[in-house]
């Protein structure tokens, strides 16, 4: 069996920036298993894979250890490689996926994604874990509804550049995974991810969390649109909009590779 294979770097106008996912068109679903090692053998921190089913298309997301409810820059490239691969002059796509129908449209250069809004919740006691994963203390800390991400707030982006995570740490805090973030120098905030326990020790650009990250700086900067940066060793650039319930996730994708993996 062959498949055919893309690498898209994603929140990037550029190849080697943003967040590289692998994209895998297929006739059908195969197995569980089978997905889950073609994604350890990428190492990437995401592989997505889709199938036509009618008028939209089912997507799913995995990690080099599991398969995730939620990805951006997998969703962003799946999209990319249908508007610019497989159904050219197509510029709106349905996924059904884990966490529901995802619809996204192509706008200019950019792919807007429209993804549910996340609520965040205070927490009063900070994890011992996350303090030492970190290496300091967080302003404010704050978890999702679902209990899969903490957010820790810091005082600056040239503190939330400085952390140099413990993983060993963090990979504790399972099953979240940790969002550092503050407003932005250029930006109207800047982030990094860790997920240890997913087998991602840092994303370099990450869609999800900018579920909450936008509702929340968005209020704090009393503003609707945020432009934000994942400040990562490759950078990530997204441009981001609060809508109530649902927050819209911009941004630009690269084609770095096209081939076929022989199964």
Same mark, same amino acid.
């Given at each position: 069996?062959?498949?055919?294979?893309?690498?898209?770097?994603?929140?990037?106008?550029? !190849?080697?920036?943003?967040?590289?996912?692998?994209?895998?068109? !297929?006739?059908? *679903?195969?197995?569980?298993?089978?997905?889950?090692r073609i994604a350890r053998e990428n190492n990437l921190s995401e592989t997505a894979f889709?199938?036509?089913?009618?008028?939209?298309?089912?997507?799913? *997301?995995?990690?080099?250890?599991?398969?995730?409810?939620?990805?951006?820059?997998?969703? !962003?490239?799946?999209?990319?490689?249908?508007?610019?691969e497989l159904e050219l002059g197509r510029t709106e796509i349905c996924f059904e996926t884990l966490?529901? !129908?995802?619809?996204?449209?192509?706008?200019?250069?950019? =792919?807007?994604?429209?993804?549910?809004? *996340?609520v965040l919740e205070p927490v009063d006691k900070i994890p011992k874990a996350l303090v030492e994963g970190i290496g300091m203390i967080p302003m404010e800390v704050f978890i999702t509804s679902s209990k899969d991400n903490l957010f820790a707030i810091l005082r600056d982006e040239a503190q939330v550049r400085s952390v140099q995570p413990r993983l060993?740490?963090?990979?504790?805090?399972?099953?979240?995974?940790?969002?550092?973030?503050?407003?932005?120098?250029?930006?109207?905030?800047?982030?990094?991810?860790?997920?240890?326990?997913?087998? =991602?020790?840092?994303?370099?650009?990450?869609?999800? =969390?900018?579920?909450?990250?936008?509702?929340?700086w968005g209020e704090r900067l009393r503003k609707k649109e945020i432009y934000a940066y994942?400040?990562?060793?490759?950078?990530?650039?997204?441009?981001?909009?609060?809508r109530g319930d649902r927050v819209i996730i911009g941004g630009e994708a690269v084609k770095y590779l096209e081939g076929r993996i022989i199964l």
């Open positions: 069996m062959e498949l055919r294979f893309f690498q898209v770097d994603v929140f990037t106008r550029r !190849l080697f920036g943003g967040n590289p996912a692998g994209v895998i068109p !297929l006739d059908r *679903w195969l197995d569980d298993a089978v997905m889950q889709f199938v036509s089913e009618g008028n939209h298309y089912g997507l799913r *997301w995995f990690t080099p250890t599991v398969e995730v409810s939620l990805c951006g820059h997998g969703t !962003l490239a799946s999209a990319f490689v249908l508007f610019n966490s529901g !129908l995802l619809s996204v449209a192509q706008d200019g250069d950019r =792919i807007l994604m429209d993804f549910p809004a *996340w060993e740490r963090l990979e504790t805090l399972h099953p979240a995974g940790v969002v550092i973030t503050a407003q932005g120098e250029n930006s109207d905030c800047a982030s990094r991810y860790f997920a240890p326990s997913y087998g =991602i020790p840092e994303d370099p650009g990450t869609g999800s =969390i900018h579920c909450g990250l936008v509702p929340f994942q400040v990562s060793s490759r950078g990530a650039e997204l441009y981001c909009e609060h």
